[in-house]
């Protein structure tokens, strides 16, 4: 274990509970580089330290402090996760496991966990990412569970951050990855408008809103644009016709009710991407990549894109 009498320049420690993420990746590097002592609690070395995806980074034994290998959803294997820690940073979530879990499983208990023992250590502050709007849209799993976190931890007597972001640049991603295959689909007729942002100017966000006095920040990227337009661009950026396939929402919300069927999880997230494509989605523009900049180096293979 690194020395614990060198808490970065910052003289503080934090823990990094989402770092194998699509943001956790980029907020572990973000404190890093401006100065604090930095631990990654992964479940998965292996995932720690290969390339996340859509131009999330690798991080490295010597990128970080400390690695902590357990598992959230078994409070047994997280003794001594907390030691010497000032603030805590949680973006853990569902997005693409397929672990057969829940929202309720992971989105609230993992946090709530990360929170008990928070509240038992050295740690002041913590940090956790909810979703721009999702106070008002009371009838989704998902923003229902971030925010139960949300009303804990205002309830926990910690100093606590919420930052809401804006749908991220790792969504857009798969908006070019469906432009190269040769058609966009979308939920909906896509006119709803929305400010994705780069997970890199997230974390930057992140620490700002860690170091700052507002216990809420909304943050968005610097373009609004409707998703219609997002798949718009991603077709110019690849020069390719424009292809787009709407799926109506009566059709999307019937296939929501197959799904659950199936399975809660997917039908959850599936309902999420349905009314996600319904509402608007703008924040304030704190992040500074533009959508046609990404677009355009991911499309040259630029792996930092
Ligand atoms: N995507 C968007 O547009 C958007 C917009 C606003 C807010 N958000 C919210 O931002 C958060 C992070 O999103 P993201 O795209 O960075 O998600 P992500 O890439 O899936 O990262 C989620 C993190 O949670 C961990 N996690 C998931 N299931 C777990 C489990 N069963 N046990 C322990 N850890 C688990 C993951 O660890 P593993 O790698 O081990 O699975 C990963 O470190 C989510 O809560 C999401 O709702 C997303």
Redesign the pocket.
């Known amino acids: 274990m690194p020395d614990q009498a060198q808490p970065g320049t910052t003289g503080k420690r934090v823990l990094v509970a ?7 990746k980029f907020v572990a590097m973000a404190f890093k580089r401006r100065g604090y002592w930095v631990r990654v609690l ?3 070395e292996e ?1 720690l330290h290969s390339r ?2 859509f131009t999330a980074p690798a991080i490295s034994r010597d990128d970080v402090d400390d690695i902590f290998v357990g ?3 078994r409070p047994e294997t997280l003794a001594g996760l907390m030691d010497g820690i000032d603030i805590v940073f949680s ?7 397929r ?1 057969g ?1 829940s929202f309720e ?3 609230y208990q ?1 946090n709530r966990n990360l929170l008990d023992l928070c509240r038992e250590s050295s740690a002041k502050q913590f940090v956790y ?4 709007g999702a106070e008002h849209i009371g009838q989704l799993e ?1 923003t229902k569970t ?1 925010e139960r976190v949300v009303a804990d931890l205002k309830q926990s007597g910690m100093d606590y951050r919420i930052v809401r ?4 640049f ?2 857009m991603g798969a908006l070019l990855d469906m432009a190269r295959k040769g058609r966009v689909f979308l939920v909906g007729e896509g006119n709803n408008r929305m400010s994705p942002i780069h ?1 890199r100017d997230l974390a930057e966000v992140c620490v700002d809103c860690s170091e700052g006095s507002e216990t809420e920040v909304e943050a968005g990227g610097p373009d609004v644009m409707t998703q219609r337009e997002a798949g718009e661009l991603a077709f110019d950026v690849i020069g390719k016709p424009v292809k787009m396939t709407v799926i109506p929402l009566w059709l999307a919300g019937a296939l929501v009710k197959l799904i659950r069927l199936l399975s809660k999880q997917f039908g959850d997230l599936a309902e999420f991407i349905v009314v996600a494509g319904e509402i608007d989605g703008v924040g304030p523009p704190l992040g500074t990549t533009s959508l046609r900049s990404y677009f355009e180096r991911l499309a040259a293979g630029d792996p930092d894109a």
Not at 18 to 24: E, F, I, K, M
């Open positions: 989402s770092a194998t993420g699509y943001l956790g992964t479940r998965s995932r996340g995806p598992e959230l959803t973006s853990v979530g569902i997005s693409r496991q672990d879990l499983q992971v989105d993992c990412v909810s979703m721009q998902i971030h972001p804006c749908g991220y790792s969504d997970g």
